[in-house]
Nanobody, 128 residues
Framework: QVQLVESGGGVAQAGGSLRLSCAAS????????MAWFRQGPGKERDFVAA????????YYADSVKGRFTASRDNARNTLYLHMNSLKPEDTAIYFC?????????????????????WGQGTQVTVAS
């Protein structure tokens, strides 16, 4: 069992930056592939970014490529999402997720049902 807790959400101006964190506890964090998903108002949960167990392989949704960066610190059991050049359409609840069956690498969009553990989410609001 893995527990995931996101933090770092809030309100940002368009063009601004935020850094989300996802603290993991329980089983060995460094064994898992990790990802960020988001769900906007009235929308489905969409993939944002994925990162392999060692941090060397990442994959991004086209909508965030070049603006968002996923990273992880296995010594601290923490996943990060650095978000730059924020846009109002980035407004959503952001969730981190862990895949105990696949550590990576990532070459294509993983599906939400591939992830076994989820955090409760953190709200990001981007004001225009």
């Amino acid at each position: 069992q893995v527990q995931l807790v996101e933090s770092g959400g809030g309100v940002a101006q368009a063009g601004g930056s935020l850094r989300l964190s996802c603290a993991a506890s329980g089983r060995t964090f460094s064994n898992y592939g990790m990802a960020w998903f988001r769900q906007g108002p009235g929308k489905e949960r969409d993939f944002v970014a994925a990162i392999s167990w060692d941090g060397y392989s990442t994959y991004y949704a086209d909508s965030v490529k070049g603006r968002f960066t996923a990273s992880r610190d296995n010594a601290r059991n923490t996943l990060y999402l650095h978000m730059n050049s924020l846009k109002p359409e980035d407004t959503a609840i952001y969730f981190c997720a862990a895949d105990q069956d696949y550590p990576g690498p990532y070459y294509s969009t993983p599906q939400f049902y591939e992830f076994n553990y989820w955090g409760q989410g953190t709200q990001v609001t981007v004001a225009s």
